[in-house]
């Protein structure tokens, strides 16, 4: 009896486990701000904060809601002091209007902009012109216009024929680039990137600036107000950027760079290097810049054309006066006129003159007053000569002399009427 006792099996009980009950999951809301990503979830489960972030938060707590750009959702909103803009900037500006017609944000010309139009009619708001067939303009802030492109005149796209009634286009125009006319200049030059980068790719090359911007006034007024010799000032015809080759630019850079290391201008409240912008008149042996003419000749003995082409070189000192007033140097002046009577046209026949307005690194400059024939660079301790007009002194106009190849780079072809 004990033995059957002991010898019965064990009954292992199993028992299941015990299921937990738990809150079913909540997707979090979109942040009120951004509207984009969703709330920050709390570490207690089913709980959130009220914003996706502490840039949200911070941007709320500051009164602003829905700060970022309504197009990219990445940059704020651009704000002019007045009001607070739905976008970042122009370029989300023109491609939310573009997305809103199913148009590309910079149609390359009329005709394409034409063309992708006309595809668009049928589910767009048809012009009030009673023989247009074309979709309503819609500007950047979603608001729908009565009447298309053609008829409202005031999308930057449209050619330079077209007259913009647009303060704010016009504004845009004057300050835009000078090729396309349709986009933003960069900060480092008056041409947007995409035309930069073509007349970077045919460097030397001319771009004609327009007489309505900002450049090109800005240019004629230089060479008006400099004007100091008695006789009448002439009238500017036209103004050409000038694009050197990215070789030339970098060392040109390079050079006002280490200027810059060396003397703090930036600190004393002056440009990078100290540097300014000066005229330079020398020979013209072909209609470069009449009428329009961008081509460069092949005379060697054209000075205009190859001082474009590979900017100015020592070697060809004394080839137009035949000696320097303060040495071997490369000669350039504030004053327009004095820049005049070293513009030549030779064998040309042609009403117009031409000068060139250059960039010059003059660092710390020398100053001088009475002539030094024999100076070859400048003296030491200084990057320049400033050669100034005193009573008694040897000028009757200023000078800056540099004694370096890469301390200057034409800038600006001015065509003017010849005096």
Known sequence: MLNRLFSRKKTVVRRSPKVLETAPAVDPP??????????????????????????????????????????????????????VHPYCGRRCARSAAADSANLPPNPPNLADSLSVL?????????????????????DTNGTQSNYCVL??????????????????????REQGCISCRAAPSTDKSVLCQPCHDDALSRAPALVRVPEDHKNYKGVQKQFTQTWRHKTTCPEVKAVYKIVVSEASMTQYQQYLDSVEVAGNYVAMGKSRGNENRRWHGTKRKCRLGDSGNETFCADAECALCNIIRTSFDLKFFKAATGWGRFGRGIYTSSTSSKSNDYSKNLGVSSDWKALLLNKVVVGNGKKLTQDDTTL????????????????GGALNYDELVVYNNEAVRPSYLVMYKSP
């Open 118 to 138: 006309s595809q668009t009619v049928a589910s767009s708001l048809f012009c009030q012109d009673p023989d247009c067939v074309l979709p309503a303009f819609m």
């Open 30 to 83: 979109i942040c009120p701000n951004c509207n984009i990503r969703p709330v920050a979830a709390k570490p207690t489960a089913g709980e959130f904060f009220d914003f996706c972030s502490k840039g949200c938060a911070t941007n709320v707590k500051k009164g602003n809601l829905n700060s970022l750009c309504e197009y990219c959702k990445q940059r704020p909103k651009f704000k002019d002091g007045t009001r």
């Open 151 to 172: 008829h409202k005149k005031q999308v930057s796209f449209l050619p330079t024929s077209v007259q913009m009634n647009d303060q704010s286009v016009s504004r845009f």
């Open 376 to 391: 070859t660079e400048p003296p030491p301790g200084y990057n320049s000569v400033l050669a100034e007009v005193v009573p």
